[in-house]
């Protein structure tokens, strides 16, 4: 069974500008999260998506960070403009339903500079 | 509010010691707790988790943990390290709606 996909693996930008990720869960999988993991600490939970719809985005800067769930399948979390703090690595995570475990893409790590 | 507070972002062990990290959590429902190991440069990998049926709940990769109520912990802990075992691992709560609240981390390294 493949796993969550997620790219790139790598971005570096420089602040002010744009940047997307891309995430692709596991097939079937309903729920859909992205975490922000900055380095030292843990993943911190940006917004949790049930099939199209965001169930949370209480954590998400709205002011620079949007999030989407195309059809209920993969997913884009976009940052305009980048500020140097939001340099983290992005996860992404599905499982079947809340009430179910959750698998972990690789990861994309930001450096902002 | 759900929390956890892992003690120790960094532990030492030599190969074939026992391993024990620790994790008290703060919840004011019964909590389901995790833990995952973070190999570098890879996602998050569940090791194990209590749902409140046994406490003590076994892992992959010989890893055990004892949910402990009135000590509000949920230590993990593996009788005999492996230098494979080096990694950075998470204790987590769910909050509702599935959503993990993780700890800081604690950096696992096994001395030859």
């Known amino acids: 069974e493949a796993g969550v996909a997620q790219s790139p693996r790598y971005k570096i930008i420089e602040k002010r500008q744009s940047v997307a990720f891309w995430c692709n869960p596991i097939s079937g999988h309903a729920t859909l999260y992205w975490y922000q993991q900055i380095l030292g600490q843990g993943p911190k939970l940006l917004i949790q998506f049930q099939n199209n719809g965001v169930v949370d985005d209480s954590q998400l800067p709205k002011d620079r960070f949007s999030a989407e769930r195309l059809k209920g399948v993969d997913s884009t979390l976009k940052i305009q403009p980048a500020k140097l703090e939001d340099s983290a690595v992005y996860l992404c995570?599905?499982?079947?339903?809340?009430?179910?475990?959750?698998?972990f893409g690789q990861g994309t790590r930001l450096t902002v500079v | 509010a759900q929390s956890v507070t892992q003690l120790g972002s960094h532990v030492s062990v030599s190969e074939g010691a026992l391993v024990l990290l620790r994790c008290n959590y703060s919840s004011s429902v019964p909590p389901y707790l995790f833990w995952y190991v973070q190999y570098p440069n890879q996602g998050l990998q569940l090791l194990l988790k209590y749902t409140s049926a046994a406490t003590l709940v076994k892992g992959i990769n010989g890893f055990e943990a004892e949910f402990k109520k009135s000590e509000t912990s949920f230590h993990l802990t593996k009788p005999s390290a492996h230098m494979s075992d080096a990694a950075e691992y998470f204790c987590?709560?769910?909050?509702?709606?599935?959503?993990?609240?993780f700890g800081s981390g604690t950096q696992l390294t096994v001395l030859p």
């Open positions: 995570a599905s499982s079947l339903g809340d009430a179910y475990e959750a698998f």
């Open positions: 987590a709560v769910t909050r509702a709606g599935g959503q993990l609240t």
